[in-house]
């Protein structure tokens, strides 16, 4: 089937959960950073954490639909860890159609780096208390619909030890062979300013690595991993849903000399990223000062809003397409072909080879193939995406 479609035609392609999005309530993630914060520490080392943990799983038992779990998992002995031991951290499962996954995590553990030894107060309202109340609000509001694809909620542990927590949960996920479509780490996402001046309450950065990076070990993918294009989907969805608050896209990995629990998904081949809030205070990171009263809730809100729009595209999304090909033939027009899968609906996107992020779009339905006057195959990178899923490049 061949549909032709004028280049003026410009449908949206987005799920736009409006009614769901001002669900998200900053006031009831408020109470959840206060809460967690109100520990002396949360260090994975210390019965903090497992208190808070428990505290986290039954504020998701409370949800009607999810699975809860405390997962166990072995912090080895380092520094600050005097011996190998059991420790936990909180995943809840929300069932879908499909077992795709989606999952959105935030730490729910703390450290003080300024003081020795491990008794250090530790309140880590914005890291992670922050990132783990995004997730945990995600769920309640989320959880009041059926999705297409099954969506996890994660409040990991052992981050501050070296990424533990997310790293047994990649693990886990690789040895019982997940389908992850997408994992959204949030971490350190309250704050809109920082001591020296900056501020900036419309914007939240999106870290995100180059699929040419080799994954861990140099072993060869098992999955391909587009994290890149994941990236580049968010940025989309919340460039057409949310006014006045947008995505800064960030082409790296991470922050310099700095690592977060996205990191162990994409080594294992799963596309991820990480959201950062756009001027950090590194004063108030592992140090007794994270303190709720420098959380701006309402940017809170924001960051929340913006996962929620981009975990529902993918939450409904078909897979994606594959064989996704632009016919080389030298011509003024484009033609681009892929294999579709019956009953799934696609998204053809393009951008200006120089253009970060995708510059407009087209709904073409039940479609396997596109084409369009006038558009130049050597200036422009085409994509195509089921309706809210990642896109996948034309090549
Ligand atoms: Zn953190």
């Known amino acids: 089937m061949i549909t032709v479609v004028a280049m003026s035609v410009l449908a949206q392609g987005v799920l736009l959960p409006e009614d769901l999005a001002k669900q998200v309530d900053p006031k009831r993630m408020r109470a959840v950073v206060e ?39 072995t912090l080895p002995k380092m520094a600050r860890v005097s011996e190998e031991k059991e420790v936990v951290q909180v995943i809840a499962v929300l069932p879908g159609e499909t077992d795709r996954r989606i999952l959105v995590s935030g730490h729910i553990d703390t450290i003080n780096m300024v003081e020795r030894g491990l008794g250090g107060h530790a309140p880590g309202a914005n890291d992670d208390a922050s990132g783990a109340s995004v997730a945990l609000e995600l769920a309640r509001v989320l959880s009041q619909k059926k999705w297409k694809n099954t969506l996890v909620f994660c409040a990991v542990s052992g981050e501050e030890q070296g990424l533990y927590g997310s790293k047994a949960l990649a693990d886990r996920a690789v040895r019982e062979n997940w389908k992850i479509d997408a994992m959204l780490n949030n971490d350190i996402v309250g704050s809109s300013g920082n001591k020296n001046g900056q501020k900036d309450d419309k914007h939240i950065r999106v870290f995100s690595t180059d699929p040419a990076v080799p994954l861990a070990r140099g072993e060869a993918p098992t999955r391909v991993q587009e994290s890149r294009e994941l990236a580049r989907l968010i940025e989309f969805v919340n460039r057409k849903a949310v006014s006045g608050f947008g995505v800064k896209l960030v082409f790296r990995a991470d922050r310099f000399g700095r690592g977060g629990d996205h990191t162990p998904f994409w080594q294992a081949g799963y596309s991820s990223v990480r959201f950062t809030e756009a001027n950090e205070e590194y004063s108030r990171q592992h140090t007794p000062d994270d303190l709720p009263e420098f959380v701006d809730w309402k940017y809170l809100g924001n960051v929340a809003r913006m996962n929620l ?6 939450a409904d999304a078909d897979a994606p397409p594959t064989n996704v090909r632009v016919d080389r033939t030298q011509g003024h027009d484009i033609k681009i072909t892929w294999t579709a899968k019956p009953g799934a609906r696609y998204t053809v996107y393009w951008r200006d080879t120089t253009s970060p992020v995708w510059q407009d779009s087209v709904r ?32």
């Open 364 to 395: 073409v339905g039940e479609a396997s193939s596109y084409e369009a006057k006038k558009m130049s195959k050597d200036d422009l990178v085409f994509a195509v995406g089921a309706v809210g899923g990642i896109p996948v490049e034309a090549k």
């Open 309 to 314: 729009i981009a975990m529902a595209n993918l």
């Open 35 to 73: 809460k967690l914060a109100s520990w002396h520490d949360r260090n994975t080392n210390n019965p903090g954490l497992t208190e808070a943990a428990n505290w986290m799983a039954e504020q998701y038992r409370q949800i009607p639909g999810l699975q809860v779990e405390i997962m166990k998992y």
